[in-house]
């Protein structure tokens, strides 16, 4: 399995920005999933959104759809999550994960068996 490894995250007020950054210990095969879960404190864990890395299609939840961005660096095997329009409600422990590209269309924590430590992102009214 591949190793996931987050970073980008902090303490940010309402109406602000952040990029995260998830580096994968080595490449990502063309036919892989890699995907971004949050959890908030008494949550269950939900995905943010998802892109194919062969592809480059991407795939947004609800809680993501117009403020939120995935992208990749297929050079630095490295995934981005760029949040902006951030809410209180955006805080949560943020994870990324990786699966085979069949998983995209999943939004079950269950079916991604690599996960990072997760970097958490705090949004103050």
């Known amino acids: 399995q591949v190793q996931l490894v987050e970073s980008g995250g902090g303490s940010v007020q309402t109406g602000g920005s952040l990029r995260l950054s998830c580096a994968a210990s080595?490449?990502?095969?063309?036919?892989?999933?890699m995907a971004w879960f949050r959890q908030a404190p008494g949550k269950e864990r939900e995905r943010v959104g998802a892109?194919?890395?062969?592809?480059?299609?991407?795939y947004y939840d609800d809680l993501a759809k117009g403020r939120f961005t995935i992208s990749q660096d297929n050079v630095k095997n490295t995934l981005y999550l760029q949040m902006n329009s951030l809410k209180p409600e955006d805080t949560a422990m943020y994870y990324c994960?990786?699966?085979?590209?069949?998983?995209?269309?999943?939004?079950?924590?269950?079916?991604?068996?690599?996960w990072g430590q997760g970097t958490q992102v705090i949004v103050s009214s």
């Open positions: 994960a990786a699966e085979s590209s069949t998983f995209c269309f999943s939004s079950r924590p269950r079916d991604f068996r690599s």
């Open positions: 080595r490449y990502i095969a063309s036919g892989a999933c």
């Open positions: 892109v194919a890395t062969g592809t480059g299609a991407t």
